[in-house]
T-cell receptor, first 114, second 115 residues
């Protein structure tokens, strides 16, 4: 069964460093998403991406964040200058162009900012 | 703005007992509602979804949920708990059934199964 994959599973970085989190959505899906979950808190929507551009973004998704689909399979989230409060689990999700916004999630990348 | 409230951050039931996980939503339009499950060290897996076709929705692993508009609720139930049901459960809402809308999640309920 096809699934969303994410790499790395765990990323440790120093405050102020740039990180790139990678996702491979399910191959025939057209909508892509990033969410984050700070430890002990709810899963929060960051951004959605469709047709090679950002469709929606939340208040959390400020100028330090960017997303890209560099090729036909990868979808990346870049954090330019990490802060301590960026430590969280980051989930990628995708969905096809049909259905009712049911999104398929990857296993997540745990980002730890020191 | 839409929101989801899950009552009870932890729910403990005995194996074989009824599971009831509560979810109330707030939405300005008819919502699309979802339950996801997260097993340890795994991603979120869709359990079931409500899309207005039927108020009682059946999902995987014997779970079902009933949409009650008058109560703005979408509680998740399972008649008989199994040890393998121990996980974190998230209720989520979307105002749109299409487009690129993000999901709004509740805080989650940790389900503990006692032997």
């Amino acid at each position: 069964e096809p699934e969303v994959t994410q790499t790395p599973s765990h990323q440790v970085t120093q405050m102020g460093q740039e990180v790139i989190l990678r996702c491979v959505p399910i191959s025939n899906h057209l909508y892509f998403y990033w969410y984050r979950q700070i430890l002990g808190q709810k899963v929060e929507f960051l951004v959605s991406f469709y047709n090679n551009e950002i469709s929606e973004k939340s208040e959390i998704f400020d100028d330090q964040f960017s997303v890209e689909r560099p090729d036909g399979s990868n979808f990346t989230l870049k954090i330019r200058s990490t802060k301590l409060e960026d430590s969280a689990m980051y989930f990628c999700a995708s969905r096809p162009n049909t259905g009712y916004n049911e999104q398929f999630f990857g296993p997540g990348t745990r980002l730890t900012v020191l | 703005a839409q929101s989801v409230t899950q009552l009870g951050s932890h729910v403990s039931v005995s194996e074989g007992a009824l599971v009831l996980l509560r979810c109330n939503y707030s939405s300005s339009v008819p919502p699309y509602l979802f339950w996801y499950v997260q097993y340890p060290n795994q991603g979120l897996q869709l359990l079931l979804k409500y899309t207005s076709a039927a108020t009682l929705v059946k999902g995987i692993n014997g779970f079902e949920a009933e949409f009650k508009k008058s109560e703005t609720s979408f509680h998740l139930t399972k008649p008989s708990a199994h040890m393998s049901d121990a996980a974190e459960y998230f209720c989520a809402v979307s105002d749109s059934g299409g487009g690129a809308d993000g999901l709004t999640f509740g805080k989650g309920t940790h389900l503990i199964i006692q032997p």
